[in-house]
Nanobody, 127 residues
Framework: QVQLVESGGGLVQAGGSLRLSCTAS????????MGWFRQAPGKERDFVAA????????NYADSVKGRFTISRENAKNTVYLQMNSLSPDDTAIYYC????????????????????WGRGTQVTVSS
């Protein structure tokens, strides 16, 4: 069983920045692709960003390209999501997830490809 714990959420004004962290309780973290998803009230869970376990490839939702950056630090079993130029539309609960068994250069976008999920961290952007 893999446990994922997100942190770094909070309240920020529009135009501000936050950095989310997700730490995994697994020794084989370096072999997991990692992703971030978000769910706003009354909406479905949407893909935000993903990074291959090799770290070579990343994918982003169109709505966050150029503003968000995903990265990973395998020595700390941690994946990050740097979020800049935040807007109220970014308000949501942000979840990290891990994907097992994908090729080293694949950064999955589909939720069904993720096996383990964290409990989420709230991000609220005020206008």
């Amino acid at each position: 069983q893999v446990q994922l714990v997100e942190s770094g959420g909070g309240l920020v004004q529009a135009g501000g920045s936050l950095r989310l962290s997700c730490t995994a309780s697994v020794r084989t973290f370096r072999s997991y692709a990692m992703g971030w998803f978000r769910q706003a009230p009354g909406k479905e869970r949407d893909f935000v960003a993903a990074i291959a376990w090799s770290g070579v490839s990343t994918n982003y939702a169109d709505s966050v390209k150029g503003r968000f950056t995903i990265s990973r630090e395998n020595a700390k079993n941690t994946v990050y999501l740097q979020m800049n130029s935040l807007s109220p539309d970014d308000t949501a609960i942000y979840y990290c997830a891990s994907s097992v068994g994908v090729a080293p250069d694949i950064a999955p976008m589909a939720p069904r490809l993720y096996t383990y999920w964290g409990r989420g961290t709230q991000v609220t952007v005020s206008s």
